[in-house]
C-alpha cells in the first residue's frame, strides 16, 4: 500500500542512513489522514548509539573552531531557512496541522534565531572583574559542554528545534536531536539546511522514532551532557530523574495554563480580539495558549457573549487553505483528550456555552477536528481550570477585583505566560508585579513572544533554565573562572590572608 510514499532516513555523521531495524512509520496529515506524508525511520537505542558516538567524535573540532566561524554557519543556515520558508511552512502544516500563517511565523523564529545566534560567534561576551590583589588579572569565559541531546514537542516543530540547536552550536557543543513523533519532516528539513550550510560531519544529527525507543536511550546516555527538552510535565518529570543519578544536566520547558485577566476598565475590543488569538489559535496547542479568561463581574456578561458569538464563527479546516482560521488537533489522541476534557467540564458543572463537539461531514471525517468551545462559570477548583488541556477548549472565569483577578491567575499549578487588559497604568503594573509567571504581557494575549528575551516559566514549567535571548547561552556552556597572577610572586587571596 506504501510503495510509493517517499521515505525519509536518519541524518547522522553527515549521512542520511537507515534505522539498524530497518523498520520505518507513517506520518499522515492531522487534516487529511487520506494523505500520507511519508515513512520516516522507527529508530532505537541502536540508531541513537551511532549518533552519540558521531556527535562525540565531532565535539573536538567542532569547540576548537573559532566561535565568529561557528557563527558564519549559523548565518548561512538562517540564510537558507530563509530561502525555503514557505516550502518549509507547507510541509509543516502538512504534517501538523496548523494554519499556512503560523507554519510560515513558526518557521521565521527559526530565521531569527538563526541570525541572533549567529552574532553571538562574535560577541559570547564574558567579564574582567578587578582583582583583590596587585599584580594579578581575572575573567570569566564560556566553555562548551559536549554532546547535547534534544527532545522536541510537535507544536513549533522547526521554531523550538531551533532555540535549542542554534544556541548550542554557537557555544561549541554538538547536537542529536529526536524530533516529536508526529512532525519529524520540518526537523529533517532543518538537517538539509545544516547540510547545506557546511557544517562539518556529526556536529548535528537527527533520529527519528518514538519517545520510548528513542527518547528514552538519548536521555540515559552518560555521554550526553546536557538533556535540553520541551514537552509535558509528565515526560519532563522522567528526563529530570535521568539525568539526576550522574548530576546531568536538564533544561526541561513544559506546560501552561495561561490566564487573561479582562478587568473592567479594560479595552473591550481589544481584549475580546486579544482572547480569541490567544485561545484558539493554533487550535489552542501552544503552551502559551490562553485556556482561561478571568474577567471582572462588571463586563463579564458583554464579553462572554460577544466572545461566544465570534468563536462560533471561526473558520476550521485544512491550513493550507488561506482563507481557514484554525486547524485540527495534531492527532486522533490529541483530539480525544481535547473530548474527554469537555465532558470533564461538563460533569464539573460549567455551562457549555458553544461547541463541544467533533467536526464531522464531508472532508471534516478524514481529520482531527474539534470546534471551539467555551464554557462559562468555571470556578477555580475545576480540573478544566486547572490541568493543561491543550486544545480548542477555554474556560471563562469572573473576578471582582484586581486582587481576587491576580490571585486567580496564580492559583494553578503552572507558570508560564500570563496577561492583563486594562487602561489603567497602576492596576497594570500591579498585575505585571504579582503575577507570578515566566512571561507575562499588557494589553496583548498570552501568546506571541519573540525570540530576543528569556522564555520560560515557573513552578511545574520549568526547572529554572529559560531558551531564547542572551539566556539561552547560560543553559548551553559553562562557566570558567580565569586568574592570571602576573606579579612572579605567591601572593594568597584574601581569604587565605586574613589578619
Ligand atoms: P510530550 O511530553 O508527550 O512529548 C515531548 C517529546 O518527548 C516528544 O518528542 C516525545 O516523543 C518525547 N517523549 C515522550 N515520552 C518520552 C519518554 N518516555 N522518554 C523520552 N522522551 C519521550 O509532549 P507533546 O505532546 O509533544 O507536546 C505538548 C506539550 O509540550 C504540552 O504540555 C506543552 O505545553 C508543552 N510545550 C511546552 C513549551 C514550553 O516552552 N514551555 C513549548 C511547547 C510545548
Same mark, same amino acid.
Given at each position: 500500500?506504501?510503495? &510509493? /510514499?517517499?521515505? *525519509?532516513?536518519?541524518?547522522?555523521?553527515?549521512?542520511?542512513?537507515?534505522?539498524?531495524?530497518?523498520?520505518?512509520?507513517?506520518?499522515? =496529515?492531522?487534516? &487529511?489522514?487520506?494523505?500520507?506524508?511519508?515513512?520516516?525511520? #522507527?529508530?532505537?537505542?541502536?540508531? !541513537?548509539?551511532?549518533?552519540? +558516538?558521531? /556527535?562525540?567524535? /565531532? *565535539?573536538?573540532?567542532?569547540?576548537?573552531?573559532?566561535?565568529?566561524?561557528?557563527?558564519?554557519?549559523?548565518?548561512?543556515?538562517?540564510?537558507?531557512?530563509?530561502?525555503?520558508?514557505?516550502?518549509?511552512?507547507?510541509?509543516?502544516?502538512?504534517?501538523?496541522?496548523?494554519?499556512?500563517?503560523?507554519?510560515?511565523? &513558526? +518557521?521565521?523564529?527559526?530565521?531569527?534565531?538563526?541570525?541572533?545566534?549567529?552574532?553571538?560567534?562574535?560577541? %559570547?561576551?564574558?567579564?574582567?572583574?578587578?582583582?583583590?590583589?596587585?599584580?594579578?588579572?581575572?575573567?570569566?569565559?564560556?566553555?562548551? %559542554?559536549?554532546v547535547i541531546g534534544m527532545i522536541t514537542p510537535w507544536n513549533f516543530p522547526i521554531a523550538i528545534p531551533s532555540w535549542k540547536i542554534f544556541p548550542a552550536l554557537v557555544c561549541g557543543n554538538t547536537v542529536v536531536i529526536k524530533p516529536a513523533? *508526529? +512532525?519529524?519532516?520540518?526537523?529533517?528539513?532543518?538537517?538539509?539546511?545544516?547540510?547545506?550550510?557546511?557544517?562539518?560531519?556529526?556536529?548535528?544529527?537527527?533520529?527519528?522514532?518514538?519517545?520510548?525507543?528513542?527518547?528514552?536511550?538519548?536521555?540515559?546516555? #552518560?555521554?550526553?551532557?546536557?538533556?535540553?527538552?520541551?514537552?509535558?510535565?509528565?515526560?519532563?518529570?522522567?528526563?529530570?530523574? /535521568?539525568?539526576?543519578?550522574?548530576?546531568?544536566?536538564?533544561?526541561l520547558e513544559m506546560g501552561g495554563k495561561n490566564g487573561q485577566l479582562v478587568m473592567d476598565d479594560a479595552d473591550l475590543d481589544l481584549a475580546l480580539e486579544g482572547a480569541l488569538w490567544g485561545a484558539f489559535g493554533t487550535t489552542g496547542q501552544r503552551c502559551t495558549a490562553t485556556s482561561r479568561i478571568i474577567v471582572h463581574k462588571d463586563v463579564i456578561e458583554e464579553f462572554t457573549e460577544r466572545f461566544v458569538e465570534r468563536a462560533k464563527k471561526i473558520k476550521i479546516g485544512n491550513g493550507l487553505d488561506e482563507s481557514v482560521e484554525m486547524g485540527p488537533a495534531v492527532s486522533e489522541s490529541q483530539m480525544n483528550t481535547v473530548l474527554n476534557y469537555i465532558e470533564i467540564g461538563k460533569k464539573e458543572g460549567a455551562r457549555l456555552l458553544c461547541g463541544g463537539e467533533r467536526l464531522t461531514g464531508g472532508d471534516y471525517d478524514y481529520g482531527w477536528f474539534t470546534q471551539p468551545t467555551v464554557f462559562g462559570d468555571? #470556578?477555580?477548583?475545576?480540573?478544566?481550570?486547572?490541568?493543561?488541556?491543550?486544545?480548542? !477548549?477555554?474556560?471563562?472565569?469572573?473576578?471582582d477585583s484586581l486582587e481576587d483577578g491576580i490571585n486567580k491567575? =496564580?492559583?494553578?499549578?503552572?507558570?508560564?505566560?500570563?496577561?492583563?487588559?486594562? #487602561? =489603567?497604568?497602576?492596576?497594570?503594573?500591579?498585575? %505585571?508585579?504579582?503575577?507570578?509567571?515566566?512571561?507575562? *504581557?499588557?494589553?496583548?494575549? +498570552?501568546?506571541?513572544a519573540e525570540i530576543s528575551l528569556p522564555f520560560g516559566g515557573t513552578k511545574i514549567t520549568g526547572n529554572g533554565h529559560r531558551e531564547a535571548g542572551k539566556q539561552a547561552l547560560e543553559v548551553f556552556s559553562e562557566w570558567k573562572a580565569v586568574y592570571i597572577d602576573f606579579s612572579g610572586v605567591l601572593q594568597r587571596a584574601q581569604i587565605d590572608n586574613a589578619e
Amino acid at each position: 500500500m506504501n510503495s &510509493d /510514499a517517499k521515505v *525519509y532516513k536518519n541524518y547522522i555523521n553527515g549521512e542520511w542512513v537507515e534505522s539498524v531495524s530497518g523498520e520505518t512509520y507513517e506520518n499522515r =496529515n492531522p487534516a &487529511d489522514k487520506r494523505e500520507l506524508i511519508g515513512l520516516f525511520q #522507527k529508530s532505537d537505542s541502536r540508531d !541513537v548509539d551511532a549518533a552519540i +558516538t558521531a /556527535a562525540a567524535e /565531532a *565535539y573536538d573540532e567542532w569547540r576548537l573552531t573559532p566561535a565568529p566561524k561557528r557563527g558564519e554557519i549559523l548565518f548561512k543556515a538562517a540564510q537558507l531557512l530563509k530561502d525555503r520558508k514557505e516550502e518549509i511552512a507547507r510541509d509543516m502544516t502538512r504534517e501538523m496541522g496548523k494554519i499556512l500563517k503560523e507554519t510560515r511565523g &513558526d +518557521t521565521q523564529e527559526a530565521i531569527d534565531m538563526g541570525f541572533y545566534m549567529a552574532g553571538e560567534g562574535r560577541r %559570547m561576551f564574558g567579564e574582567t572583574v578587578p582583582s583583590e590583589m596587585h599584580n594579578k588579572f581575572q575573567m570569566s569565559i564560556r566553555q562548551p %559542554m559536549g554532546v547535547i541531546g534534544m527532545i522536541t514537542p510537535w507544536n513549533f516543530p522547526i521554531a523550538i528545534p531551533s532555540w535549542k540547536i542554534f544556541p548550542a552550536l554557537v557555544c561549541g557543543n554538538t547536537v542529536v536531536i529526536k524530533p516529536a513523533t *508526529y +512532525t519529524p519532516l520540518s526537523v529533517l528539513h532543518f538537517m538539509e539546511i545544516f547540510e547545506e550550510s557546511g557544517i562539518p560531519k556529526g556536529v548535528v544529527n537527527m533520529v527519528t522514532g518514538s519517545g520510548g525507543a528513542v527518547g528514552d536511550p538519548l536521555m540515559r546516555d #552518560k555521554r550526553i551532557k546536557l538533556v535540553s527538552f520541551t514537552g509535558s510535565s509528565e515526560v519532563g518529570r522522567l528526563v529530570s530523574e /535521568a539525568c539526576a543519578p550522574d548530576f546531568r544536566h536538564c533544561m526541561l520547558e513544559m506546560g501552561g495554563k495561561n490566564g487573561q485577566l479582562v478587568m473592567d476598565d479594560a479595552d473591550l475590543d481589544l481584549a475580546l480580539e486579544g482572547a480569541l488569538w490567544g485561545a484558539f489559535g493554533t487550535t489552542g496547542q501552544r503552551c502559551t495558549a490562553t485556556s482561561r479568561i478571568i474577567v471582572h463581574k462588571d463586563v463579564i456578561e458583554e464579553f462572554t457573549e460577544r466572545f461566544v458569538e465570534r468563536a462560533k464563527k471561526i473558520k476550521i479546516g485544512n491550513g493550507l487553505d488561506e482563507s481557514v482560521e484554525m486547524g485540527p488537533a495534531v492527532s486522533e489522541s490529541q483530539m480525544n483528550t481535547v473530548l474527554n476534557y469537555i465532558e470533564i467540564g461538563k460533569k464539573e458543572g460549567a455551562r457549555l456555552l458553544c461547541g463541544g463537539e467533533r467536526l464531522t461531514g464531508g472532508d471534516y471525517d478524514y481529520g482531527w477536528f474539534t470546534q471551539p468551545t467555551v464554557f462559562g462559570d468555571v #470556578k477555580e477548583d475545576m480540573r478544566i481550570f486547572q490541568e493543561e488541556i491543550f486544545g480548542s !477548549v477555554v474556560s471563562i472565569a469572573s473576578c471582582d477585583s484586581l486582587e481576587d483577578g491576580i490571585n486567580k491567575l =496564580n492559583n494553578v499549578p503552572y507558570g508560564l505566560s500570563a496577561s492583563i487588559y486594562s #487602561k =489603567n497604568v497602576n492596576r497594570a503594573f500591579r498585575a %505585571m508585579r504579582d503575577v507570578y509567571t515566566g512571561i507575562f *504581557y499588557i494589553n496583548a494575549p +498570552t501568546i506571541g513572544a519573540e525570540i530576543s528575551l528569556p522564555f520560560g516559566g515557573t513552578k511545574i514549567t520549568g526547572n529554572g533554565h529559560r531558551e531564547a535571548g542572551k539566556q539561552a547561552l547560560e543553559v548551553f556552556s559553562e562557566w570558567k573562572a580565569v586568574y592570571i597572577d602576573f606579579s612572579g610572586v605567591l601572593q594568597r587571596a584574601q581569604i587565605d590572608n586574613a589578619e
